[in-house]
């Protein structure tokens, strides 16, 4: 079935790196625009970056860009985070999402992981 | 500060009918979609584009929408409707953007 895995998260001291890992399965994964999305303890949901479907484009919040990288590897069916530099203000659970590409003017994620949770703490 | 803006609170009776609104600029160009989530699990995507349901959604979720105002209906809430519901659409800068967040209560 339509289904996507993430797994990297963990508890890093501040200042520190991850990479978190998204595999999907179950679709065509080359072509769709992928999303990380995360959820800070009792928050609401924030987007952090997306990716086009052959990596062409890419786009970051404001909260992270130039820390955070996103990646895709569709050989292996897999999306990437690179975070560097985190802060304690990235603790959250973060989701990979597929964006259901309803069209220009519709975001939509259609498709979403179980989250892994990353935190930031000395 | 998000730039949609959701009521944190909304209550129903059971069976009966709750509107969850979602404001913004943004909304006036894009469509919203709407998510529900339940404690410990992953955001589920219920509306999406004018009033489209993906497979498995009941149909007594609908949206709509008018002006800078989007809105999730449930027509006849059951009580596995409860949970939190966020809208979701673009910033002003194009980039995919979420509401606060609404939790629903089901009396």
């Known amino acids: 079935q339509v289904q996507l895995v993430e797994s990297g998260g963990g508890l890093v001291k501040p200042g520190g790196s991850l990479r978190l890992s998204c595999a999907a399965s179950g679709f065509t994964f080359r072509d769709y625009y992928m999303s990380w999305i995360r959820q800070a303890p009792g928050k609401g949901l924030e987007w952090v970056s997306y990716i086009s479907s052959s990596s062409r484009y890419t786009n970051y919040a404001d909260s992270v860009k130039g820390r955070f990288t996103i990646s895709r590897d569709n050989a292996k069916n897999s999306l990437y985070l690179q975070m560097n530099s985190l802060r304690a203000e990235d603790t959250a659970v973060y989701y990979c999402?597929?964006?259901?590409?309803?069209?220009?003017?519709?975001?939509?994620?259609?498709?979403w992981g179980q989250g892994t949770m990353v935190t930031v703490s000395s | 500060s998000s730039e949609l803006t959701q009521d944190p609170a909304v209550s129903v009776a059971l069976g009966q009918t709750v509107r969850i609104t979602c404001q913004g600029d943004?909304?006036?160009?894009?469509?919203a979609s709407w998510y529900q989530q339940k404690p410990g699990q992953a955001p589920v995507l219920v509306i999406y584009g004018k009033n489209n349901r993906p497979s498995g959604i009941p149909d007594r979720f609908s949206g709509s929408s008018s002006g800078n105002t989007a809105s999730l209906t449930i027509t006849g809430a059951q009580a596995e409707d409860e949970a939190d519901y966020y809208c979701n659409s673009r910033d002003s800068s194009g980039n995919p953007v979420f509401g606060g967040g609404t939790k629903l209560t089901v009396l």
């Open positions: 999402a597929r964006d259901a590409g309803a069209g220009p003017i519709i975001d939509a994620f259609d498709i």
């Open positions: 943004s909304l006036r160009t894009y469509y």
